[in-house]
T-cell receptor, first 114, second 119 residues
């Protein structure tokens, strides 16, 4: 069965530090992977997505993610974190279940210290 | 582009009443819309998927008669929580897909969510 695991529930970094949020997936076919960000009380905003091709994907707000098939991972990175990046981050996998569905990881809550 | 709105953003109702939540795609036609439920500090759980003009497909464990979904047009889907009870209190989020990419590469665009509190 398909699944998405985000091992880190909560991460705290200092402003200006680099960031890496982990995401592992389990899926028997070619994965279609997404990273979304959710600010408190808000819906989800798409940061980036991977379908095929270049395994390093660039997104909005300076984020990037690298797809590694051998590790079944799709980690999100940012070289320098800003205070406004504090939010909840969700990794998601698209799979076909009648309709194309998304399965989400549990999320990683990012706190940024000044 | 790809903006999805939800109305209302917050609603408080009494136990036993029904509440309707609207989800609209503002600048694209949504072939498919999805409804999610999110408990505090938890991930999103898919409740149902709907295509315009068709009956919604509900996930296992979701009561069809309690959570009525209508996808009346390519830009509007509604979720009605019938005979609401305090345990229905949650954050409900919709998303919409334009289906242009086709298949699994379709992107879902999310609404801002509706906070439902049942007293």
């Amino acid at each position: 069965a398909q699944s998405v695991t985000q091992p880190d529930i909560h991460i705290t970094v200092s402003e200006g530090a680099s960031l890496e949020l982990r995401c592992n997936y389990s899926y028997g076919a070619t994965p279609y992977l997404f990273w979304y960000v959710q600010s408190p009380g808000q819906g989800l905003q798409l940061l980036l997505k991977y379908f095929s091709g270049d395994t390093l994907v660039q997104g909005i707000k300076g984020f990037e993610a690298e797809f590694k098939r051998s590790q079944s991972s799709f980690n999100l990175r940012k070289p320098s974190v800003h205070w406004s990046d504090a939010a909840e981050y969700f990794c998601a996998l698209a799979f076909s279940g009648g309709y194309n569905k998304l399965i989400f990881g549990a999320g990683t809550r990012l706190a940024v210290h000044p | 582009g790809a903006v999805v709105s939800q109305h209302p953003s917050r609603v408080i109702c009494k136990s036993g009443t029904s509440v309707k939540i609207e989800c609209r795609s503002l600048d694209f036609q949504a072939t498919t819309m999805f409804w999610y439920r999110q408990f505090p500090k938890q991930s999103l759980m898919l409740m149902a998927t709907s295509n315009e003009g068709s009956k919604a497909t509900y996930e296992q464990g979701v009561e069809k008669d309690k959570f009525l979904i209508n996808h009346a047009s390519l830009t509007l889907s509604t979720l009605t929580v019938t005979s609401a009870h305090p345990e229905d209190s949650s954050f409900y989020i919709c998303s919409a897909s334009d289906g242009l990419a086709g298949g699994l590469s379709d992107t879902q665009y999310f609404g801002p969510g509706t906070r439902l509190t049942v007293l």
